[in-house]
């Protein structure tokens, strides 16, 4: 099944997107070729460029203060695994700690990186970073993977705690949802939200083989799904069929 998901508001977009690049360096990153680094390196400025919104760090430590103070709550509820619940708080608290421990704007020890900044003022260039352009980026790039890797580790290094955090709220948010088997009639789906309850993620797994797309739009009163097949010249139309697939709402 391929999962897709989409986010309710800005916030959680941004969380995402951010997701995603982190994903896309972790994975880069663990390769080895020359062309697998250069990316990855171009993976990290793009995390720098969403990361740099001046509220981001403070709307995080919001949100993990929050899901704490909620967790904490439940303590003394019947039925509850105590234990879980202290890992969860822990886990927290971790993320939280971390993240306020970081001075500054997110990614502050790279931008004062006076040689990071010069391959990234001209690598949006196209074939800005050759050889004759940045001579000690090329040099850099012929070093041993060993070496390239311990170098981009020991860049992202200060925006780890920015990662942990996503992990652990997008996480958080995820567990939230309980799956429930729907059917779009003749491609579409329509759900109308309760009043009362804010979302702030779909989630909805489809079987890859039936070869079909979906265009999620929604807000706090209502979401609509509609699945899509591409013809032979990458135009998509709505599928005519009845189609089942699973939907998860996260609160």
């Not at 760090?57 to 202290?86: I, M, T, V």
């Not at 700690?97 to 704007?105: E, F, H, I, T, Y």
């Not at 652990?168 to 759900?191: E, W, Y």
Request: net charge neutral; charged share 25%.
């Amino acid at each position: 099944m391929v999962l897709y998901e989409y986010p309710f508001n800005e916030s959680i977009r941004t969380m995402l997107r951010l997701e995603h690049l982190f994903d896309r360096f972790g994975a880069l990153m663990a390769r080895e070729t020359t062309l697998d680094h250069h990316f990855a390196l171009v993976t990290l400025f793009e995390i720098l460029d969403v990361a740099s919104r001046a509220d981001l760090k403070s709307d995080l430590l919001k949100e993990l203060d929050k899901h704490k103070a909620q967790f904490n709550s439940y303590r003394g509820s019947p039925g509850l695994d105590e234990s879980r619940l202290d890992e969860v708080v822990a886990r927290i608290d971790g993320a939280f700690q971390r993240l306020n421990a970081v001075s500054g704007k997110t990614g502050v020890a790279l931008t004062s990186n006076d040689w990071l900044m010069s391959i990234r003022s001209r690598i949006s260039i196209p074939g800005g970073t050759c050889e004759f352009d940045l001579p000690a980026y090329y040099h850099w790039q012929q070093l041993l993977p060993v070496r390239r890797r311990k170098d981009l580790m020991s860049w992202a290094q200060s925006l780890m705690p920015l990662a942990e955090a996503l992990q652990v709220l997008l996480g958080l948010l995820r567990d939230a949802g309980s799956p429930h088997k729907v059917a779009a009639t003749a491609g579409q789906f329509q759900q109308s939200l309760p009043a009362g309850r804010v979302y702030q993620l779909l989630r909805m797994r489809l079987d890859p083989s039936l070869g079909l797309i979906p265009e999620i739009s929604g807000h706090r009163l209502m979401v609509s799904i509609r699945l899509m097949r591409q013809d032979e010249e990458g135009r998509l139309k709505l599928a005519a069929e009845d189609t089942g697939f699973e939907l998860t709402l996260c609160a």
